[in-house]
């Protein structure tokens, strides 16, 4: 089973990935975390990747491909994919196909995480986690049962991530919108699309999910 994860920054596709990943065996296939590894690793495409970003360029889409190519290839021809953040751009999505018809896979469901853009913002900007064992928590949602201290390591200091602001979030958005979005009509002209509400509690989502990829 191949499938890809859609959704902004924020909409729960990682943790939904691992789930996958527990309950399936599947592989989930981030392309910022395989480039790093590829990076660190100083494969021929770790190479190339780390040459492009040095120069401070973005590294391009046959690069990213090649870097999927690779991963799959490392993988058992039964072990399903998630596909994590990419395909971002309607070339990303042709380029993906050409990926798999290569190694005789396809996709077999695109499950788009539906959110709303000021439920996010709330739900983004008021996350922050425990400095010293990295707990999650919220403003809203959930705090600590003793204020300012850890539940699990009694920990007192805290962080929260620089970009976790309302400005970056709504220029994610926007950016995703913009990119990404109009890769939907052409998987749903396959009859592979399938939406679930992401700012549902995350065993929802992960109960909608579970009965898109029984079918």
Do not use: W
Request: one cysteine or more; charged letters at 25%; a negative charge.
């Amino acid at each position: 089973m191949n499938i890809i994860l859609l959704g902004p920054p924020g909409a729960g596709k990682g943790t939904q990935a691992q789930r996958l990943v527990e309950r399936h065996g599947m592989r989930q296939l981030s392309t910022g975390d395989m480039l790093r590894a590829a990076v660190k690793a100083g494969t021929p495409v770790g190479l190339q990747a780390k040459a492009v970003m040095e120069r401070g360029e973005l590294v391009s889409d046959d690069i990213v491909s090649a870097l999927i190519g690779e991963e799959l290839d490392g993988m058992g021809a039964g072990v399903g994919a998630i596909f994590d953040g990419y395909p971002r751009t309607e070339a990303q999505a042709a380029s993906l196909d050409g990926i798999l018809a290569a190694r005789g896979r396809s996709l077999d469901h695109v499950i788009e995480l539906a959110v709303d853009e000021d439920a996010l913002v709330e739900r983004i900007t008021g996350r922050y986690t425990c400095a010293t064992c990295g707990k999650g928590y919220h403003d809203k949602f959930e705090q600590p049962k003793l204020p300012g201290v850890c539940d699990k390591c009694n920990g007192t200091e805290f962080k929260r991530r620089p970009d976790d602001n309302e400005e970056t979030v709504r220029t994610r958005m926007a950016e995703y919108r913009a990119k990404t979005a109009p890769i939907l009509p052409g998987y749903e002209a396959r009859g592979i699309v399938a939406r679930v509400n992401g700012m549902a509690e995350m065993d929802h989502v992960t109960a909608a999910i579970e009965r898109i990829v029984a079918k």
